[in-house]
């Protein structure tokens, strides 16, 4: 029998997760080191970066944030929803 699944707490810790990896690249935009890690990232995927990094903007990077933690939240809420469901039809 598989463990059930709080679908509100992993909503909120795929949510705080996604949130905060897009705080992070708020940061480098911000200090000016996400140029630098796009270029690497491509380079160590053989591919030339057709990407240019534009100036930070603080509600940009609010919106950002906000927005890729709410989606976060939902896409844990539904896979422990799911995961839930399915998991009682064995």
Request: aromatic residues 14%; glycine residues 12%; positive net charge.
């Amino acid at each position: 029998m598989k463990q059930k699944l709080n679908e509100r707490s992993t909503g909120l810790i795929v949510g705080a997760f996604v949130g905060l990896v897009h705080l992070l690249w708020a940061v480098l935009v911000a200090t000016g080191y996400a140029q630098g890690w796009v270029d690497w990232i491509f380079a160590l995927h053989f591919v030339e970066n057709p990407i240019m990094v534009t100036e930070f903007a603080m509600d940009k990077a609010v919106m950002l944030v906000g927005v890729t933690a709410a989606v976060g939240f939902a896409g844990g809420y539904v896979f422990a929803w799911l995961w839930n469901t399915l998991g009682k039809k064995r």
